[in-house]
């Protein structure tokens, strides 16, 4: 007997992702630029290209550019050791940022990244100076789009959304999506649909059942 998946909430707008959530196992994935600031050891089995090969234990060099999973790049991060630097996904850095303030609203998201804001909300684990500029940037961006996103969910009642749905990132669809249902139980409760009771298959068995012997 199959069961619905129960959607799990994502935290990556915290300070930690929700690994019980799909949204953050697939967002934790995604591929950040990185740069060795040490020899790391036996990293090079998942870029041979870029070590001595077995005789050096699979040794990334020092200053190696590489791109590594959000979460490895979590996991290998730390302020005291210097274990390797983040660089900044474009997306992220001063020149998209000075887009998205003049309108947030031109820029296709989920194009850029699916997951824009919890992926931004987790480059702040990586304390770098432009941090207070990155989460103002997501918030001004969030709070520019919202409006819109809202409106069109309303708006937007029995159309195709595809083409607006599909510039937005993952987290926006989820609202748009909540917007419509929401208008979708209004409507229902206008129509006086919302507090409907119908029978259960069993009462209506049993009206069955009655009906036949009162016949027979």
């Not at 998942?46 to 060099?61: L, V």
Request: hydrophobic share 35%; net charge negative.
């Amino acid at each position: 007997m199959s069961e619905a998946y129960f959607r799990v909430e994502s935290g990556a707008l915290g300070h930690e992702e929700n690994f019980l959530s799909l949204d953050d196992i697939l967002m934790s994935h995604e591929k950040l630029p990185v740069r060795t600031e040490i020899p790391i050891p036996r990293l090079g089995l998942f870029f041979p290209e870029r070590s001595g090969g077995a005789d050096t234990d699979n040794t990334i060099p020092q200053g190696s550019k590489l791109e590594l999973p959000l979460w490895l790049a979590k996991g290998l991060f730390d302020n005291k050791r210097r274990i390797l630097s983040v660089d900044l996904p474009k997306i992220y850095r001063e020149g998209w940022r000075t887009v998205f303030s003049a309108d947030a609203n031109v820029v296709d998201l989920h194009k850029m990244g699916p997951h824009f804001y919890g992926f931004g909300s987790q480059l702040l684990h990586f304390d770098s100076p432009e941090n207070t500029d990155i989460s103002q940037s997501l918030l001004q961006t969030f709070i520019g789009r919202f409006r819109r996103i809202m409106d069109s969910s309303q708006n937007a009642y029995n159309e195709d959304t595809s083409a607006l749905v599909a510039r937005l990132d993952e987290m926006e669809r989820g609202l748009f999506q909540t917007g419509q249902r929401g208008l979708n139980d209004f409507q229902c409760w206008e129509k006086g649909q919302a507090s409907q009771i119908t029978a259960s298959s069993l009462v209506q068995s049993y009206k069955k059942r009655k009906l036949t012997d009162t016949e027979n």
